[in-house]
C-alpha cells in the first residue's frame, strides 16, 4: 500500500509540472502566434490559432483545479492520477494536431514538437500507455496530412518561410512520415527505458530507506535496554556509596572520604549521562506525541527559577525579556522545558565569569522565537555544524569541560523538529553564541 | 519506632536502605520479591512498606494491588525509575486497570532526603 501511495504521490508531483509547464507552452505559443502574424506576416488563420490556444487555457484550468485542490494529493487512487495524466497528453496533442494544421500542416517544422509530449508521457505513464499515446499521435498525424492532401480541409501555406505548398508533395509527405512515426517510437522506448530504470530505483530506495529506519529502531531499542540496566545498577551504587560519605556508618578520615566523595562524582556524571540517553532515545521510539496546552511565561519563570543561581555563582548576568502578549503553547512541556534548560545551562557554563547571557522570547506571526544569548567561549566555525550531532562536543568546550554527555543539544533538537519548529545557531570563537528555537503556533 | 518493610528485588538497594533508615531509628525488615514482601507484611505487621515497581514474577503494581485488596490500610512508599518526567498516569480508584494504590512515591536514583521525608510524613498522617 506505502508503495503504491509514494509512486501515486511522485506522479502527482509530475502532473503539477506538467500544468505549470503548459502555462508556459501557452505564452509560447501566443506568442510565437503574435511574432508569425504582425512581425514575419505570414498568412496565418491567427484567430483560430489563439482559439486554440483558448481552448488550452480552459482544460489546464481545468485539470489544475482536479490537482490543486488540496484533498486531490491523497484521496484518489493511481488508476485517478493515470486518467488525469492520459487525458491531459491526449487533449494536449489534439491541440498540437489543430495548431499544425493552422500554421502549414506538413510543411511546419513545429510538427516534430509531438516528442515532447511523447518523453512526457513515459514519464507519467506506463510503457504500454506511453507507446498508445505515441500512436494516438501518428494517427492525428497521418489523418491530418490525409485530410490536406485529399482537400478534404484547407491547407494553410507557410509562405514566405517556406516557398511552395508541400501538402501535396507525396514523396515528401512520404518520407516525413517515416521520419516522424520512426521518431516518436524510438523517443518512447528511449525515454520509457530510462523512465523504468528511475522508477526501480526509486522504489529501491524506499526499499532502503524503510530498513534502515527498522534498523535504527532496533538500535533505539538496545539502546535504551542497556541505559537501562545501567541505570539500576549505578543507582544502587550511589545509593550505597552516599551513607558512608555521609557518615552515617562512621567517621570517616579524610583520605577515604575524599576517595569516596570522587567516586560518588563519578557516578552521579555517569547517571546524568545515562539519563540523557535514556531521555532521547525514548523520545525516538515514542510514537505517541501527546501534547498539551500549558502557560509559555510560567514554563520560562521555571527555567528562570532553575537557572538564576547558577548564573549568580558565575556572577553572570542573566536577563529575561517574554514578549507581553504570549500567552500558552501547545506542545510537551517537559520536553520544550528541558530544551531551553539545557541551551541555558551551556550558555551559562560556557561563559566566563561576569558574562551575560540573555533568554528573549518573541510573538512572531505564526510561531514563537526563543533568542538564547551569551557572549561565552563560542564555538569554532567549522564545528558549528556537528554541535547537533549526538555525543558531539566542540574542541574549545571539550577543553574547557571534561564532563559532558554531548547530548544535550541533540536532545534539544529532537524535541523541537519533533514540534515541527526549527533550531539555529550563529556563533563566532571568543565573542560568544546565539541559539534560535521557532516553535510554530499550531503544530 | 516505626517499623518499615522494603520489598525490592535489589538487596544491595535494601542494604543502603537499611543503613540509611536504621541510622535514622526506625526498625527495618526486608523482601526480595513480591510474594515474601505479602507474607511478611501480613505476619510482621509494619507501620510503612516501601515498594519497588519493577520486579520479575510479581512486580511491584501487583504486589500493592494485594496488599490492600486485604484491607490493610498501611502505607505504600514506592520506588520507581520508570515514572519520570514522562508521567506514569497513576490512576487512584480501584477497578482501573492502571489502579495503582500508593500514597507516594520515590524517583530512582533515590534522594536520601526526600525519601526520609516522605517517610516521615506518611507516618505522621497515618
Redesign the interface.
Known sequence: MEKIKSENYLINERIRWFIKLRWLAILGIVGAVYIADKIIAIPLPALRLYGVAVFLVIYNTFFSFLVFKPQAKTSKGLVWTNSIAHAQIALDLLSLAFLIHFSGGIENPFIFYFIFHMIIASILLSRRGAFLQATYAIFLFLFLVFLEYQGYIAHYCLKPVVPYCLHKETFYIFSVSVVFISTLYIAVYMASSISKQLKERERNLEKANKLLNEKDRIKSEYVLRVTHDIKEDLSTIQSCIEPVTEGITGQLNEKQLNLLQRAKKRSKSLIFYVNALLGITKMKLDKKFKTENFSFPQLIQDITENITPRARNKNIEFTVDVDSSIQRIEGVRVYIQESILNILANAIKYTPKGGKVSLKLTDKENSFLIKIEDNGIGIPEDELEYVFDEFYRAQNAREQEKLGTGLGLAIAKQVIERHKGKIWVESKKGEGTIFYIELPKQI | MAKILIIDD?P??I???R??LE?KGYEVISAESGEEGLEKQKKQKPDLIVLDV?MPKMDGFETARAIKKTGNNTPVLMLT?IKD???LDFKNSAGDPDWLPVDDYCE???D?GSLIAKIEKLLSSS
Open positions: 535489589d544491595d538497594l542494604e543502603s536502605m543503613v540509611v541510622s519493577m525509575a518526567k514522562m508521567g530512582k536514583p533515590l536520601k
